[in-house]
T-cell receptor
Framework: TAGITQAPTSQILAAGRSMTLRCTQD?????MYWYRQDLGLGLRLIHY???????GKGEVPDGYSVSRANTDDFPLTLASAVPSQTSVYFC?????????????FGEGSRLTVL | GQNIDQPTEMTATEGAIVQINCTYQ??????LFWYQQHAGEAPTFLSY??LDGLEEKGRFSSFLSRSKGYSYLLLKELQMKDSASYLC??????????WGAGTKLIIKP
């Protein structure tokens, strides 16, 4: 079972360019999340979706957008990248939004904005 | 504000026992979680506590005291493969996870 697949695994991007990080899950989970992980900080929630067709803002949503057209896919878009968006991005899912917090994570996408 | 505190780094010896502490201040409480994250990899779920006391799962145990805002993860019979970061996270009253920065555990032979 693949679980959660993220792409690309690594990317270098020029400031001002747009970029979409892809995330696909095959567990039929209702809830999906995008986090960023920076050295010395805890995981920070960017956006989430409790079910297909709905999305919500997390702790650090500025500069990012998401969509949830179906259960499986939850892409994250940076419309105009800035160097402060250099980070490791993790997509995650859970069976439901309040399901005891057991999240299943993708392998991460390392993004460098120059 | 909400915050989760855990030590930045700990070192222990193979075969020994180590306790990683986590203290939290959050708006509401709907459970505390521990995740393991090996370098360059995704976090993976270890344990969940919502009631006070000790939850044991093989070599790993997790303890919770809600009145003290305190938890610990206990790792016994340490193995080299236990070298990883251990992340503490609390689910608040809005069912959002608040994450600590993680404790990097270094195991020495």
């Amino acid at each position: 079972t693949a679980g959660i697949t993220q792409a690309p695994t690594s990317q270098i991007l020029a400031a001002g360019r747009s970029m979409t990080l892809r995330c696909t899950q095959d567990m039929r989970h209702n809830a999906m999340y995008w986090y960023r992980q920076d050295l010395g900080l805890g995981l920070r929630l960017i956006h989430y979706s409790n079910t297909a067709g709905t999305t919500g803002k997390g702790e650090v949503p500025d500069g990012y957008s998401v969509s949830r057209a179906n259960t499986d896919d939850f892409p994250l878009t940076l419309a105009s990248a800035v160097p402060s968006q250099t980070s490791v991005y993790f997509c995650a899912s859970s069976a439901t939004s309040g399901s005891h917090g057991e999240l299943f994570f993708g392998e991460g996408s390392r993004l460098t904005v120059l | 504000g909400q915050n989760i505190d855990q030590p930045t780094e700990m070192t222990a010896t193979e075969g020994a026992i180590v306790q990683i502490n986590c203290t939290y201040q959050t708006s509401g409480f709907n459970g505390l979680f521990w995740y393991q994250q090996h370098a360059g990899e995704a976090p993976t779920f270890l344990s969940y506590n919502v009631l006070d006391g000790l939850e044991e799962k093989g070599r790993f145990s997790s303890f919770l005291s809600r009145s003290k805002g305190y938890s610990y993860l206990l790792l016994k019979e340490l193995q080299m493969k236990d070298s990883a970061s251990y992340l503490c996270a609390v689910m608040d009253s809005n069912y959002q996870l608040i994450w600590g920065a993680g404790t990097k555990l270094i195991i020495k032979p």
